[in-house]
T-cell receptor, first 115, second 113 residues
């Protein structure tokens, strides 16, 4: 069965600092992995996805994530935080290694950015 | 183009009442998903429709929950005899058949008093 663990329910950084949000997965098959962002009172927006192509995935708003099979990790990074990055971030894995299946989400990490 | 829309955006109901939540997927998307987001449980999958196939109901928490999708488009999630623990944000998502990216609506915030 697939599962996702996000380490740290809350991360605080200063504007301009590196953002690192951690995600580890468990999967019995090669996974499809996703990062979504949720701004207050809004739905989820896809940041980036890994579907067995390049292990370093670039997404929107300057975010990227690296799939590391040996560490079962898919951490999200951004070199320089902006105030507008403050939101809740969710890591997710497809229930099966195929498209069109339900997503299994981590508990989420709230990112705060201070000036 | 238009995204996934959900209505109502907020719903307050009394314990024991039935509620219906509506989702309009992106035009052309054959797959539709319902998720529930609550403080205690995080984001949970509820049900999944793909075209005319039988839905995957494996995430529905009880038989008080049901969903239908008419004409392969609009979907309604019905909760009968609501309980306080049903209070949550209900999110709908859609995708093209066989596509891995799900597009989410803004959600319906349900409060059961």
């Amino acid at each position: 069965a697939q599962s996702v663990t996000q380490l740290g329910s809350h991360v605080s950084v200063s504007e301009g600092a590196l953002v690192l949000l951690r995600c580890n997965y468990s999967s019995s098959v090669p996974p499809y992995l996703f990062w979504y962002v949720q701004y207050p009172n809004q739905g989820l927006q896809l940041l980036l996805k890994y579907t067995s192509a390049a292990t370093l995935v670039k997404g929107i708003n300057g975010f990227e994530a690296e799939f590391k099979k040996s560490e079962t990790s898919f951490h999200l990074t951004k070199p320089s935080a902006h105030m507008s990055d403050a939101a809740e971030y969710f890591c997710a894995v497809s229930a099966f290694n195929q498209a069109g299946t339900a997503l299994i989400f981590g508990k989420g990490t709230t990112l705060s950015v201070s000036s | 183009g238009a995204g996934v829309s959900q209505s109502p955006s907020n719903k307050v109901t009394e314990k024991g009442k039935d509620v219906e939540l509506r989702c309009d997927p992106i035009s052309g998307h054959t797959a539709l998903y319902w998720y529930r987001q609550s403080l205690g449980q995080g984001l949970e999958f509820l049900i999944y429709f793909q075209g005319n196939s039988a839905p995957d109901k494996s995430g529905l928490p009880s038989d008080r929950f049901s969903a239908e999708r008419t004409g392969g488009s609009v979907s309604t999630l019905t909760i009968q005899r609501t309980q306080q623990e049903d209070s949550a944000v209900y999110l709908c998502a859609s995708s093209f058949k066989g596509a891995d990216t799900q597009y989410f609506g803004p959600g319906t915030r349900l409060t059961v008093l």
